[in-house]
């Protein structure tokens, strides 16, 4: 039972510099002083799962949209009986969600609206999840074909003669408020199907709880993840790109990947070089659309606009093949593994059991693609043109001297922009020739915002706000975030006296293994992961991919089983435990850790910080080969 409380959000320190910081955000994402006594109420947790760094202003938009998209699928599509949405706020530059619930009164009337909604996804599954593809790759194109470029210095000729009686600045006006329609309209299809993903999930997670009350919640997933998902795709292209450099004899022309141009014109003047590059630009559409971040910052950085990135992780896996070392997934294993399992499980029931037994995980394991795959379109590629669009019209904007630096767009809010470029059209239009009004403006503003974002950076996040529930039991906080009543109760110190320095979290991939930490902070620091060293972050991408055949567990601050850094570490057969909270900022470089995939324990063996194994939420010690005799009383 949960009794102590985390701070609120008041009592919170500012940091040194950054009194103030609230003016960088949207009135309606900050605390407000005449609603504290009905928010100091609600429990909040910090979503640096996908949000692990400060917001510039502009760059709230993501989250924006994201929180929002996915409370209406909860609340207005499907009428989940029991969730509504997620309140969200920024707090000292960092993100906090609050799930909403349901009035008790309430539940029972939405249950016939969400069994014939959820029942028409289900039912049509193939048929609406094309249509879904279809629709976002549609968006995608429309996002592509937008422009931003300088104003003429006169009105064409041509459009004199047509009649055509405009400017020609509407364009720049319509092109940013369609960029941003269409942004929300892809955040919208996002949660489309990824709700109906967890809900497939949970509905066979119950049942296999109810009926096997002691199976580990990682057999659950092991039973129903996939293999060959999209979001792996990027990185398979790589694995084929250095499979075939091999194969051709071209691994002395990968020693200078930083210099991408003169990388690939030594690899093309060489014997099987242009069957090489072929492969390297087919592999780019659409596969390159990817980020080393998670899409929702301005300064991610995508493999297609900085090619050294996939270049670096080609010449890595050619060094491992040459070394004899595997560098696949162990595809064929994992479905072995995972058959074994189901059919372990199978033998224990008949009859009704058995027949539900078997459509609720065929239900979940059809769903369960899309909770990952959708990440590639939506986060990946979508969120990759949109920043490059952004990047285009910042870059307009410094060109007539709102700015000085060609991403100072970033610290305006998103209709701070729309006012901007209306003082660009107006001061074009009439000929003013002191310019924009917002070119004597902006700099003084931007570098005050800048010294308050780079002040709320100096501080980590409180991981949670107020006082939790007695328990939490709201699924896709658990399962995606790892919000767990354990957890919340490691967070405040429960029941932990004697037992400083201990890390425990959610036991997400199966696996023991001892190895030196290797503790990266920001993708662009992964290039310093050595060979079997464990990876610690505060959360990890989906793009990490190609860093996974190295490393031998990952140990991440927050995430539950459905987290990325679980999935991904599951997919690698490599032990992972998620959601300790604080692994990140406790943990050193070089200190030699016991990672135990199985309980959901981190054991540091060495330095200040040296622990005593603790079993963590979600854990099991057992093998799935006992679960016959466990499981069998409760049949």
Known sequence: MIKKSFPKPSELPVPAGAEGWEKLYPYYLVFQDKLKAVEDE???????????????????????????????YNSRHLMIPTANGIDFRIHLGYLYFSPLPVPENQIAGRVPEFQARVGHYFQNWDTLLTQWKTKVLGTIEEMEALEFNPLPDMVPMEDILSGKGKDGSEVLLENYDRLLQLCYQNWQYHFEFLNL?????????????????????????????GVDMELFRPDDELKDLATLAVELGLQSHFNDSDNVEATLATIGAAQGGQQWLERWAQAQDPWFNFTVGNGFYGHDKYWNEFLNIPLGYIADYVGRLDQGQTIMRPKQ???????????????????????????????????YPYVENHNFYIEHWTMGVFWRKIRQLSRVLQGYGFWENENDLLYLGRNEVRDVLFDLVSSWGVGNPEGPVGTHIWPEIIAER????????????????????????????????????????????VGEEGSEGVLKGMAASPGVVEGLARVIMDADDLAEIQQ????????????????FGKIKATVTDIGGMMSHAAIVCREYGLPAVTGTGSASTTIKNGQRLRVDGNKGTVMILDGDNAAVLVQGPGAHSHHDSAANEESAAHV
């Open 42 to 72: 609600k429990f909040w947790f910090c979503d640096s799962q996908h949000w692990p760094t400060v917001f510039k202003p502009f760059e709230t938009v993501g989250t924006e949209f994201a929180s929002k998209c996915l409370g209406q």
């Open 450 to 493: 800048t010294l308050l974002v780079d002040a709320l950076k100096s501080a980590r996040p409180a991981p949670a706000l107020n006082t939790p529930p007695q328990a939490i039991t709201e699924p896709f906080t658990r399962m995606l975030w790892g919000i767990t009543t354990e957890q919340v109760e490691s967070w405040l110190g």
């Open 333 to 367: 294993e994992l479905i072995a593994e995972k058959e074994r399992v189901v059919e372990e499980y199978r033998e224990l029931l008949d009859g009704e059991q058995l027949a539900t037994f078997d459509a609720k995980r065929g239900l979940a394991a059809t769903a």
């Open 197 to 225: 993903g967890y809900i497939a999930y949970l509905d066979f997670f119950n049942y296999c709880k109810e009926i096997f009350p002691d199976i580990p919640d990682q057999s659950i997933a092991m039973m129903v993840q």
């Open 532 to 547: 079997d060293e464990i990876l610690v972050a505060p959360v990890t991408a989906p793009s990490w991919g190609p860093i």
